[in-house]
């Protein structure tokens, strides 16, 4: 329930903190008192959108909260999905607007986007405005009714479930059919291709081998010469650094190095041994080097062919190296495979979407009989209600068409109504009054109340275009809706205004600057000159003020 309301700055109403009681609670006050800018504030929290036209003092920023106590378990759920801490016994919910304009949403002082808050505002508040009524004229929310009353939500997640299934494989089939029918436009374009790849058959890395083939053949005689040239003054038969090492060790033959190195760390006959190994095996890999190469101008011309068709068909295809064209050849392939094959995945798809089909279709009869069965007993509690409230002839019964598959089931709804004798049935919203439609409105949340955890209610003169022993009546029914939600109304009815356990008044009155309005709680003694007020205009006389005593005392607590 609405445990505190508090406002800063928004339109005429400067700071008021209003705290609310369990039960019945009425709202009044004169024609532009502000009771519309206490619901628009409370519409804040919902998410609606912040007008910065709203804020009062332009100086500082606009601020609206509510605390709301024992919040329901579904919203625990969504705080905890979002990372917002749950308290089971108070949560609070705040909106802010800046002097800039700028709107700000917090749960239990954790920002939030608009999305999020209205989430978990719905949990908590609805608010009842005229306009609200029109909704019962839209067959979606008439659905939305008899599923509610029918506790269908159960079979509705099962059925939506599958449907999300089947639309999805649905979907997915389509595509890969258009990709197929696509891919057979172009199988003669994806051959052309495939077959030049065929013929050239690209490999991962060859391009490299290739030119480094290519470097090698086209300077082979140098390199060849070199290369003897090379072994030639390291290991050859003339003067060369094997045989100035072999007369480097000759001549030190004769130095006694134990007296130059007594510690024989510095051998300089093994190391001389080691150097003539390592030249002569330098020398042995130069000649063999060159023995492999040749002078082979047929192999060169072979090579440079083979590179030229590599970037030739790379620049034709519109790759960047070797190992693209060698990825494209492969999926080219792949689609020329899946074009011409027998499209045994498909068919499999869609043996799994006929199995899904049978499924949602049975899930879709549970939810229909679900329904049918709920709208009977909703139409004959429904008629009960409203019928003593002027409504002595009233007929109301719930028309369920099955037809195409939806997101919400094959049912289409539509509330049927007469309120004549003699009249027959028709749609509610080609028929009704604004006065029929507040009250078959009001008995509609009066059985949800009964039979759904619904959250505080707000009616905003749903009483319009009554009066008299009908208000009064109506105002015993919300009075009973209190007994398990909490319900507030605003109202201009003295009948309506003394059903409740608590009166709300909004007044304004004027400063030194400007014109600010006011909420407050009335004592007994109030009330009964509200009431009073309500009942003879501005003139209070002992008849009005008797008049609201018995008002008050027949209040059906």
């Known amino acids: 329930m609405l445990k505190k309301l508090s ?26 008192a502000g009771k519309s800018i206490m619901l628009d504030a409370l519409s804040l929290l919902m998410g609606s959108r912040a007008d910065s036209k709203a804020m009062g003092s332009k100086d500082r920023k606009m601020v609206v909260e509510g605390i709301f106590t024992y919040p329901d378990a579904s919203i625990e759920k969504i705080c905890e999905e979002n990372d917002i801490e749950w ?38 508040l609805d608010i009842h405005s005229q306009h609200s009524n029109s909704l019962l004229s839209k067959p979606l929310e008439q659905l939305a009714i008899i599923d509610s009353y029918g506790e269908n939500h159960k079979q509705l997640e099962e059925y939506k479930e599958v ?47 290739l030119e480094r083939e290519a470097e090698l053949l086209g300077d082979a005689d140098k390199i060849k010469s070199d290369l003897y040239e090379a072994q030639d003054l390291i290991g ?6 094997i045989k100035l090492v072999q007369n480097a060790t000759a001549i030190l033959e004769g130095v ?26 330098i020398s042995d890999t130069l000649e063999n080097f060159g023995s492999k190469i ?27 190296d070797e190992e693209e064209l060698v990825d ?60 003593p409230l002027g409504l002595p002839n009233v007929k109301f019964q719930v028309e369920i068409q099955k037809g195409k598959m939806s997101a919400e089931g094959q049912d289409s709804v539509t509330f049927l109504c007469s309120f004549n004798k003699n009249h027959p049935l028709q749609s509610i919203s080609e028929i009704a009054s604004g006065g029929e439609i507040a009250r078959v409105m009001l008995g509609i949340k ?16 749903i009483d319009t275009g009554v009066s008299g022993e009908i208000a009064h009546k109506m105002g015993n029914m919300m009075h009973d809706m209190s007994k398990t939600i909490q319900v507030m109304a605003v109202t201009h009815l003295p009948q309506v205004a003394a059903s409740g356990d608590e009166q709300l008044k909004v007044y304004k009155d004027d400063d030194k600057e400007k014109t600010v309005s006011h909420i407050k709680m009335l004592s007994t003694d109030e009330r009964i000159k509200e009431i009073a007020g309500m009942i003879s205009g501005t003139s209070i006389n002992e008849a009005a003020l008797e008049n609201a005593r018995i008002l008050l005392s027949s209040n059906n607590k």
């Open 7 to 32: 406002i800063d700055n928004y339109a005429l109403i400067d700071k008021s903190s209003i705290d609310f009681l369990e039960g019945f609670t009425t709202i009044t006050g004169e024609t532009g």
């Open 87 to 124: 308290d089971p016994q108070e949560l609070i919910i705040r909106r802010e607007i800046s002097t800039s304009g700028k709107s700000r949403g917090f749960v239990n002082d954790t920002p939030v986007n608009l999305s999020l808050l209205t989430s978990v505002a719905e949990g908590l």
């Open 163 to 209: 449907f999300h299934k089947y639309v999805t494989l649905r979907n997915r089939i389509k595509k890969i059919k258009e990709s197929i029918a696509k891919g057979k436009e172009n199988k003669e374009y994806i051959t052309f291709r495939l077959e030049q790849l065929d013929k050239l058959k690209p490999k991962k890395g060859e391009l490299l081998s």
């Open 236 to 241: 050859g038969s003339g003067n060369s650094a």
């Open 256 to 281: 006694d190095f134990e007296l130059l190195d007594p510690s024989g760390e510095n051998d300089i006959a093994a190391r001389l041994d080691s150097l003539k190994i390592e030249l002569r095996d």
């Open 294 to 320: 040749d002078s082979d101008p047929a192999r060169l011309d072979k090579v440079q062919a083979r590179i030229d068709s590599l970037y030739e068909v790379m620049k034709r295809f519109k790759v960047k």
């Open 328 to 387: 494209l050849h492969q999926q080219l392939k792949e689609e020329l495979a899946a074009i011409s094959g027998d499209n045994t995945d498909v068919t499999k798809l869609e043996h799994l979407l006929k199995d899904l089909a049978r499924e949602l279709k049975e899930k879709a009869e549970v939810l229909s009989e679900s329904r049918i069965k709920a709208s009977e007993r909703f139409s004959e509690t429904l008629m009960e209600k409203i019928k």
């Open 446 to 461: 009066s059985i949800m109340a009964e039979s759904m955890n619904l959250p505080t209610i707000i009616f905003d003169e």
